[in-house]
């Protein structure tokens, strides 16, 4: 069978939610390698909610449906405070990347309670803001950035990137509406451990399944090895 956009792979899936250190209830899903359990985790941060972001934007979808399956990953999504999707509204209100700390520690703080291991942040447009700003946590073992705007992270929080040491991988498209690869290079330059890869043709959104593709082997290429490059078929036996 050929993996399409649509396509779902098995997977164990679990709504969850995570409770934040200022009171709030955020929902969520997990889901992990039907089989037995997974090598590492991904803890995503969705783009702006203001604009359409939350945890069912299409490539965290997508990497939640075939992941675990392809590459032995949890996957974790979550709405951030105020977002709401199918699996329900967040309590709170959008704070422009701040209140949001708590959100991000609040996943973290889930995956640790729950035994997740080997945890990397994948963030994707405002979500590269919150992790710049909010993961330096000792349980992170590094980050992956989709369309990094660098609005609201600032020079000062990659400085603090380049201290705390983990690998930083940035995916930067060569059309992008925010930051532009060569842009990219010269303003991640302050983080001597940051990968900064152009993709050529994609757009901020990442819209068409060869940009998905290229997003989620270029996870799965830095979280687990082993299982890079994907297949584009699945066996159905």
Same mark, same amino acid.
């Given at each position: 069978?050929?993996?399409?956009?649509?396509?779902?792979?098995?997977?164990?899936?679990?709504?969850?939610?995570?409770?934040?250190?200022?009171?709030?209830?955020?929902?969520?899903?997990?889901?992990?390698?039907?089989?037995?359990?997974?090598?590492?985790?991904?803890?995503?941060?969705?783009?702006?909610?203001?604009?359409?972001? *939350?945890?069912?934007?299409?490539?965290? +979808?997508? !990497?939640?449906?075939? $992941?675990?399956?392809? @590459?032995? /990953?949890?996957?974790?999504?979550?709405?951030?405070?105020?977002?709401?999707?199918?699996?329900?509204?967040?309590?709170?209100?959008?704070?422009?990347?701040?209140?949001?700390?708590?959100?991000?520690?609040?996943?973290?703080?889930?995956?640790?309670?729950?035994?997740?291991?080997?945890?990397?942040?994948?963030?994707?447009? *405002?979500?590269?803001?919150?992790?710049? +700003?909010? !993961?330096?946590?000792? $349980?992170?073992?590094? @980050?992956? /950035?989709?369309?990094?705007?660098?609005?609201?992270?600032?020079?000062?929080?990659?400085?603090?990137?380049?201290?705390?040491?983990?690998?930083?991988?940035?995916?930067?498209?060569?059309?992008?509406?925010?930051?532009?690869?060569?842009?990219?290079?010269?303003?991640?330059?302050?983080?001597?451990?940051?990968?900064?890869?152009?993709?050529?043709?994609?757009?901020?959104?990442?819209?068409?399944?060869?940009?998905?593709?290229?997003?989620?082997?270029?996870?799965?290429?830095?979280?687990?090895?082993?299982?890079?490059?994907?297949?584009?078929?699945?066996?159905?036996?």
């Amino acid at each position: 069978m050929e993996i399409r956009a649509a396509t779902e792979l098995p997977a164990r899936r679990e709504d969850i939610e995570l409770h934040t250190a200022d009171d709030l209830t955020l929902v969520g899903e997990l889901a992990v390698p039907e089989g037995g359990a997974p090598v590492a985790t991904l803890v995503t941060l969705h783009p702006l909610p203001t604009h359409g972001g *939350f945890m069912d934007s299409h490539v965290y +979808k997508k !990497a939640a449906n075939r $992941l675990p399956a392809l @590459a032995d /990953l949890a996957v974790l999504r979550f709405n951030t405070r105020g977002t709401s999707s199918d699996r329900g509204t967040s309590e709170g209100a959008f704070d422009g990347g701040e209140g949001e700390r708590f959100d991000v520690a609040a996943a973290l703080e889930y995956a640790e309670f729950h035994d997740l291991p080997r945890v990397w942040v994948v963030g994707w447009s *405002f979500g590269t803001e919150l992790a710049l +700003k909010w !993961a330096h946590d000792p $349980l992170v073992e590094g @980050a992956i /950035l989709l369309s990094p705007p660098l609005h609201r992270a600032t020079d000062d929080d990659l400085d603090r990137w380049a201290e705390f040491g983990r690998p930083l991988t940035v995916l930067v498209p060569e059309f992008d509406d925010y930051l532009r690869p060569e842009e990219a290079r010269a303003r991640f330059s302050r983080v001597p451990q940051a990968e900064v890869i152009g993709v050529d043709g994609a757009k901020h959104l990442w819209v068409g399944e060869p940009y998905v593709r290229i997003v989620l082997d270029e996870i799965v290429k830095r979280v687990n090895p082993a299982a890079f490059p994907l297949p584009t078929e699945w066996s159905l036996e």
